[in-house]
T-cell receptor
Framework: NAGVMQNPRHLVRRRGQEARLRCSPMKGHSHVYWYRQLPEEGLKFMVYLQKENIIDESGMPKERFSAEFPKEGPSILRIQQVVRGDSAAYFC?????????????FGQGTRLTVV | LAKTTQPISMDSYEGQEVNITCSHNNIATNDYITWYQQFPSQGPRFIIQGYKTKVTNEVASLFIPADRKSSTLSLPRVSLSDTAVYYCLVGLYNQGGKLIFGQGTELSVKP
């Protein structure tokens, strides 16, 4: 059973371009979470999705950021008109259910660099 | 939300036992305590989880006193490869399904 797969591992975008980050959860997992980690900082929750639904997006910036988890295919985190401050590592995690004793599995992350 | 407090950093030497304590004074009755490990340039990895008393697995032990206001992650005989950031989380999935990470403890193991 493959782990959480994120691609690309590294992404370079010029200011103003769009960044699209993909996350394939572990097989059988229907819950996906996105986190952002700035250099030398902790992980900040961004959004929690279940298949075709956004459950909690309280950590998402109000503009330029969006996320989806379609019925088929990977979860996508989209950043429009990127700025230098968007440079960070973006991690995706998945779990089979939402519950008190559920372990979340993280991917290797996508490192976004905005030049 | 149950807030956690951990030391920002710790130093140790190979072969020693390392204990990292996390304070969570306002832990709720239904909250679990979970620890994650993160190596540089990698995603966090689950280490151990517990509710009360003591939990042990092949990697670590977790000690939780009766009042559950703190917990201690114990790493036996650390090696250089245990150098990482260790996060204590409380209330796994009782906040609408999301994990809330604190600052973490940066453990440095020296030869």
């Amino acid at each position: 059973n493959a782990g959480v797969m994120q691609n690309p591992r590294h992404l370079v975008r010029r200011r103003g371009q769009e960044a699209r980050l993909r996350c394939s959860p572990m097989k059988g997992h229907s819950h996906v979470y996105w986190y952002r980690q700035l250099p030398e900082e902790g992980l900040k929750f961004m959004v929690y999705l279940q298949k075709e639904n956004i459950i909690d997006e309280s950590g998402m910036p109000k503009e330029r950021f969006s996320a989806e988890f379609p019925k088929e295919g990977p979860s996508i985190l989209r950043i429009q008109q990127v700025v230098r401050g968007d440079s960070a590592a973006y991690f995706c995690a998945s779990s089979p259910k939402s519950g008190m004793n559920t372990e979340a599995f993280f991917g290797q992350g996508t490192r976004l660099t905005v030049v | 939300l149950a807030k956690t407090t951990q030391p920002i950093s710790m130093d140790s030497y190979e072969g020693q036992e390392v204990n990292i304590t996390c304070s969570h004074n306002n832990i709720a009755t239904n909250d679990y305590i979970t620890w994650y490990q993160q190596f540089p340039s990698q995603g966090p990895r689950f280490i151990i989880q517990g509710y009360k008393t003591k939990v042990t697995n092949e990697v670590a032990s977790l000690f939780i006193p009766a009042d559950r206001k703190s917990s201690t992650l114990s790493l036996p005989r650390v090696s250089l490869s245990d150098t990482a950031v260790y996060y204590c989380l409380v209330g796994l999935y009782n906040q609408g399904g999301k994990l809330i990470f604190g600052q973490g403890t940066e453990l440095s193991v020296k030869p």
